[in-house]
């Protein structure tokens, strides 16, 4: 008899139940999972560009929209976001110009910590940022093949803001529309998926969003793959977290990796393929029978270790839905890849296995900070720390990583630097 294990959830990218059957190959999926945040004024461009980490001053009109990241002063990931630029949507200030308006799409449980990082550093710039109600606009994914693009053009020229999402190859397109609820955009005659189909397809291509997934404040860019995902302009002068970005980038040296992983029973044979089940099937030693666990369960940050020894950790589990999820890898233990820059460290065997089991000695740490006492002011931005502290208490799970062709492309083709 088949059973599913259901365990007392942690934080979660977004929500939904796995996906049954395999993969949607084509749909448009509500991102309930996303916020948007208006910034506008005279002096917009000059705000985003002096934080973020691509081009918004490149001497013309911004038109086209972009992936990009906000880093702290240490070079470590605060918040990944799209920015759609020409976009007046949200804006309270009617004299707003399309060309000095920009909407920032980021995680919805970030997004008050975004606005509170934008508001610090507006000095006395002419700037004006609002962070928009949920029902007042959507963000939007879509995917198909290749007759998407007829309705891509179809959108745009009735006004839509549409862009390609270039973070992986078929990923689709992002885009933004009015309102928080109501059926998708008619032009795009496609199947309406949940969320978790969306999650899924990124999962299957290497691709990780918001911070559930890069953890704020402790994730390097290069370590999410924001190099290889177009959300690094290393051309660009100067901003915030731009020092250790740029000395990362010439020394070539990057360990670790966030790759998509199969998660599967210690008696099943090791995964060749990269595919999808909504669960991993999992024997009781207590009752022989079999239970269905959904790795979506598994807190941020487990650590993966290698099977039959000790020491440094192999690897950090990040999140996953039915088998399959993304964990921050070490290249040299967990993949054929070894470590760029470093010619002479030696990879990892083929007959080792990895691991992800149970903390039966930890205690579940909260999965918030206390509430404030009755009467106490909430504080303009939200405390970060312990925010992702939860033990792992499911059953022990084998982990397989596979490296996408676009990673190791990635990879592969940067030049040593030793």
Not at 25 to 52: E, N
Not at 143 to 172: C, F, N, Y
Not at 183 to 193: E, K, N, Y
Not at 271 to 287: A, D, H, I, W
Request: charged share 25%; aromatic share 6%.
């Amino acid at each position: 008899m088949l059973h599913r294990i259901s365990i007392p959830a942690t934080r979660q990218p977004d929500i939904g139940a796995p996906p049954q059957g395999t993969a949607p190959t084509a749909g448009i999926a509500r991102l309930k999972s996303r916020r948007l945040i208006s910034v506008s004024g005279p002096d917009a461009a000059k705000h985003l560009h002096g934080l973020m980490t691509r081009n918004v001053q490149n001497g013309m009109p911004h038109t086209a929209g972009f992936y990009a990241a906000f880093l702290s002063a240490k070079g470590r990931v605060l918040h990944d976001v799209f920015v759609y630029p020409h976009n007046t949507l949200g804006s309270d200030r009617k004299s707003a110009k399309p060309e000095d308006s920009f909407l920032v799409e980021v995680d919805a449980d970030e997004a008050k910590v975004l606005w509170a990082h934008l508001k610090r550093y507006k000095l006395r710039l002419k700037v004006f940022i609002r962070l928009l109600d949920q029902d007042e606009a959507t963000v939007w994914q879509a995917w198909a093949d290749p007759k998407l693009l007829r309705s891509v053009q179809t959108a745009r020229e009735d006004g839509l803001h549409v862009i390609q999402d270039t973070r992986a190859p078929d990923m689709g397109y992002r885009f933004v529309t009015r309102g928080g609820s109501g059926p998708p955009p008619p032009m795009f005659r496609l199947p309406t998926a949940h969320q978790s189909a969306y999650r899924l397809r990124r999962y299957l291509r290497g691709v990780p969003e918001g911070q559930g997934e890069i953890l704020y404040e402790q994730a390097l860019p290069f370590e999410s793959n924001l190099d290889l995902m177009g959300g690094i302009d290393f051309h660009k002068g100067c901003y915030i977290g731009q020092e250790l970005t740029i000395r990362t980038k010439h020394r070539g040296v990057v360990r670790k990796r966030t790759l998509p992983c199969v998660a599967y029973a210690p008696e099943e044979e090791v995964p060749r393929r990269l595919e999808y089940s909504p669960g991993v099937k999992v024997t009781v030693p207590s009752t022989s029978e079999t239970e269905e666990y959904d790795i979506g369960q598994i807190p941020p940050d487990t650590n993966i270790t290698r099977e039959g020894r000790t020491g440094r950790a192999a690897g950090k589990w990040m999140h996953g839905v039915g088998n399959i999820g993304l964990a921050l890898c070490r290249l040299e233990v967990m993949t054929d890849l070894g470590v760029p820059g470093m010619p002479d460290v030696a990879t990892g065997s083929p007959d080792d296995a990895f691991i992800i089991q149970p903390d039966l000695e930890a205690t579940e740490a909260p999965a918030e900070d206390a509430a404030p006492a009755a009467g106490a002011q909430e504080a303009e931005t939200p405390r970060r720390k312990g925010a992702y502290q939860h033990p792992y208490m499911g059953p022990k799970l084998r982990v397989k990583a596979f490296v996408p062709d676009w990673v190791r492309e990635g990879v592969t083709s940067e030049p040593s630097k030793a």
